[in-house]
């Protein structure tokens, strides 16, 4: 049986991820990173979409980084979080520099350990237009970097990568993903705030995709 290690946030793309490698009949490992962001309630998402899958689960702490982060959306709370569609500059806001290579450098750890054949990240088509770690070529750079850090060879998944998040959302239907267990918002606090980018772009893709909202929003 194949063993991979996901990069696993809580939020739709990490979850239908998970959902799509089991159905492949994989062994599958999650990994939740806490680098201090705003939304912490992710991590508790995270914690209880891996119980109902039984999927073994663990949370690394990079909060200690936090303070190298500088100002952005995510990090820092005297930054303020976009609302609306994303454009570029909005969504610049809620870059946290190098982010997903310090993620996936941690999962990597972890799979050579576990003797895992690869790390598998949920970026998609929609994503890599602005934020620069999730380009193709970022990720193919990191594949072959993480092929060469251990004597036991691990390669880097990005299933998703020619798929937009509507796409992504009739997949996880397809594939009966609890959506309302999910958590998307950057701002935090215990609903969906409805505006921010991530929250209207989960309201879209479910539309798009005619799939029923389960998520309960502020506004």
């Known amino acids: 049986m194949k063993r991979t290690v996901i990069i696993h946030s809580g939020g739709m793309d990490s979850t239908v991820l998970l959902a799509h490698l089991l159905a492949e009949g994989r062994e599958v ?11 912490r309630r992710e991590l508790v998402a995270a914690a209880e979409i891996c119980a109902h899958y039984k999927a073994p689960h663990r949370i690394a702490d990079l909060r200690g980084l936090t303070p190298l982060f500088g100002a952005n959306a995510l990090t820092d709370a005297q930054v303020d979080v ?10 610049k806001a809620t870059v946290v520099p190098n982010r997903n290579m310090l993620l996936i450098a941690t999962a990597a750890a972890w799979a050579m350990s576990l003797k895992a054949s ?5 970026a998609h088509g929609g994503d890599h237009a602005i934020y620069p770690d999730c380009r193709p070529a970022f990720a193919d750079a990191l594949d072959k970097a993480i092929r060469l850090a251990d004597w036991h060879e691990v390669s880097l998944e990005r299933p998703f990568v020619g798929m937009d998040k509507t796409a992504i959302v009739k997949r996880g239907a397809a594939l009966g993903v609890p959506f309302a267990l999910t958590w998307s918002c950057y701002v935090g606090g215990d609903k969906h705030c409805g505006k921010c980018g991530t929250c209207v772009e989960r309201r879209e893709a479910f539309l798009q995709a005619g799939v029923p909202d ?4 502020v506004g």
């Open 29 to 39: 490992h999650a990994l939740s990173v806490d680098y201090g962001q705003r939304h």
């Open 118 to 122: 690869s790390v598998a990240y949920g």
């Open 82 to 91: 976009p609302e609306g569609h994303y454009e570029e500059a909005s969504m």
């Open 214 to 217: 389960p998520t309960p929003y």
